[in-house]
């Protein structure tokens, strides 16, 4: 699930959900002017109720002409978004949707966001070669059995060291960027969500290099890594991944990048988007990589003027 997902699951992450379908869209932060937002939710998942026209009317009304829905697909017959809607269903709604909004002015890609694990790379692999998608995220959650699971977490946490903590999440990332089945890792250190408030992001600042191995895995697939603004409604308040990651990543010979809201109400659509395209830009990146059906795509990052809230361009 993603990172505002399962938030059922524990009392601790319910407390720590930012936002609801608020009519918020017009409050400090939310993105405009931007070329893309390809990580989002709707009513298709289990963990938001936003009907997809309010996320293109967003679009239309904060000119960002192209966005990508990617609904949870899971493959654990334990996790909420297991089943919870049949592709022909969601394939169908959203390519209605792009057609009604082709004459806004606003292009909508029919996505997925598929919780990737090893035990279960089998199920993706077959649900892929069935089914065709404009554009697929590849994301690990805290899976069922997983030691970052809330009941679990802190016993994980006792007496071993960060390396020790972060080596199964990170294993499944770098088998995540080896399958060859995504165009895009999502969320790259959501499992610093998972360890607060026991391990802060400030705590991981001081590890980067911890990130390096799934950087390079990432970097020798050819994937694109996305830089995810929902860590900014979290505590830690930063992407995911951090600006200095994005940076290391580009001098590890990165070259493909993505940036996504990964919103799951109204409220947080595009929330903070111009905080990621600038990391970007800063990072000395020029173009997004993205794909749409057959065709793998580059779109220019804005290289002047104002990046969504975040003010002018530094330069
Ligand atoms: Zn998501
Ligand atoms: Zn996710």
Same mark, same amino acid.
């Given at each position: 699930? &993603? ?10 992450r319910? &407390?720590?959900?930012p ?10 932060g939310?993105g405009?002017?931007l ?17 997809i026209?309010?996320?293109a009317?967003?679009?239309?009304e ?23 809607t049949?592709?022909?269903d ?7 949707a ?7 002015g ?8 598929? %919780?990737y ?16 998608y ?11 059995e ?17 390396? +020790? ?16 089945l ?6 790259l /250190? ?9 391990? %802060? ?7 980067q290099?911890?990130? +390096?191995?799934? =950087?390079?895995?990432?970097? /020798? ?11 900014? !409604?979290?505590?830690?308040?930063e $992407? ?11 001098? =590890?010979?990165? +070259?493909?990048?993505? %940036? ?15 905080d ?5 830009? /800063?990072?000395g ?17 804005? !290289?002047?003027?104002?990046?969504? $809230?975040a003010?002018?361009l530094r $330069?």
């Amino acid at each position: 699930m &993603s990172p505002e997902a399962d938030q059922g699951a524990s009392p601790n992450r319910a &407390s720590a959900r930012p936002d609801r379908d608020d009519p918020a869209s017009e409050r400090p932060g939310a993105g405009h002017d931007l070329p893309l937002d390809a990580h989002l939710h709707t009513d298709q998942s289990p963990d938001s109720s936003v009907p997809i026209d309010v996320y293109a009317a967003l679009a239309v009304e904060r000119r960002i002409p192209e966005i990508a829905i990617t609904d949870h697909v899971d493959f654990d017959p334990r996790d909420p978004a297991y089943r919870y809607t049949r592709f022909e269903d969601r394939e169908r709604t959203v390519r209605d949707a792009a057609e009604r909004w082709a004459r806004e002015g606003v292009t909508i890609r029919f996505g997925a966001e598929l %919780t990737y694990n090893q035990r279960w790379e089998a199920d993706v692999r077959e649900h892929l070669a069935r089914h065709r998608y404009d554009y697929v995220i590849g994301s690990v959650h805290d899976w069922p059995e997983s030691p970052y699971w809330p009941s679990r977490v802190r016993a994980w946490i006792e007496g071993r060291s960060l390396d +020790e903590i972060l080596e199964p999440y990170y294993a499944e990332i770098i088998a995540a960027a080896r399958s060859g089945l995504f165009d895009t890792i999502g969320h790259l /250190d959501v499992v610093k969500r998972y360890l607060h408030p026991h391990i %802060t992001a400030a705590d991981l600042a001081t590890r980067q290099d911890l990130q +390096e191995p799934s =950087l390079r895995a990432i970097v /020798d697939a050819g994937v694109s890594l996305e830089v995810n603004t929902s860590g900014l !409604r979290y505590p830690g308040a930063e $992407t995911y991944p951090s600006a200095p990651v994005v940076a290391r990543y580009r001098q =590890l010979g990165g +070259e493909r990048v993505v %940036t996504g809201s990964d919103a799951h109400s109204r409220g947080s659509f595009a929330h903070r988007l111009g905080d990621a395209y600038r990391h970007l830009i /800063d990072a000395g990146f020029e173009q997004l990589t993205f794909r749409r059906g057959h065709e793998r795509v580059h779109i220019d990052l804005p !290289r002047s003027g104002p990046i969504g $809230t975040a003010g002018a361009l530094r $330069t």
